[in-house]
């Protein structure tokens, strides 16, 4: 690949995403959402700053696990489910400090509706799951049947989150 079209490409990625933020601000700034009040603000930024020194974390290794198998010629776990596991893991970190410092929803909502949408997500992806398994086969690492396998992380996760969620409606908030 040529030096110029790298950089070209390099240009146009970073059009993009100035674009694709200028959006997401006009979009902020204009049209009404529900809204957290500054404390839960806080603690929401306060969460996806933990989130991401997780992920930069587990990517770091991740990089470095990459790094040491360069030259081998079968991987343990395929390299997209662990990609896949640092998003989850990401996620789950973020709810967690939400429900623990209770901003995981704005003032007012309700978290049933929240729990049943990850319950019917989570559902959906298990049947998946099991339409796709193979009775006798374990659950793959490696290979086609690897991809099975996120469709489970998948739905332990949306899982999960409903009981984040559950766990949140039950534990109050000290006044």
């Known amino acids: 690949m040529q030096i110029g079209l ?5 240009v146009a990625v970073v059009v993009l995403i100035a674009i694709a933020c200028g959006a997401a601000v006009y ?4 049209f009404s959402s529900k809204k ?16 991401f020194y997780v992920g930069t974390l587990y990517y770091f290794a991740l990089l470095v696990y990459f790094i040491f198998h360069t030259g081998n010629s079968e991987w343990v776990l395929e390299p997209f489910v662990l990609l896949m596991i640092g ?7 973020f709810h967690i400090y939400c429900v623990m410092t209770h901003s ?10 929240t729990m049943i949408g990850y319950c019917i ?14 009775p006798e086969d374990t659950v793959g690492l490696t290979g ?20 984040l969620h559950l ?9």
């Not at 979009?27 to 204009?30: D, K, L, P, S």
């Not at 998003?87 to 970190?93: A, E, G, K, R």
């Not at 766990?167 to 006044?175: A, D, F, Y």
């Open 104 to 113: 995981a929803l704005p003032l007012g909502e309700k978290p049933l509706p």
């Open 36 to 51: 957290y009040d500054e404390r839960q603000q806080i603690d929401r930024g306060n969460a996806y700053r933990f989130s």
């Open 121 to 134: 997500l989570g559902a959906m992806y298990l049947a998946q799951y099991f339409l796709q398994h193979i």
């Open 6 to 10: 790298v950089v070209l490409l390099f």
């Open 87 to 93: 998003i989850l893991l990401q996620l789950q970190s």
């Open 27 to 30: 979009v902020g700034r204009n």
């Open 167 to 175: 766990i949140g409606l039950l534990w109050k908030e000290k006044e």
């Open 144 to 163: 086609a049947a690897s991809y099975n396998l996120v469709r489970l992380l998948i739905s332990l996760d949306f899982f999960s989150l409903a009981g």
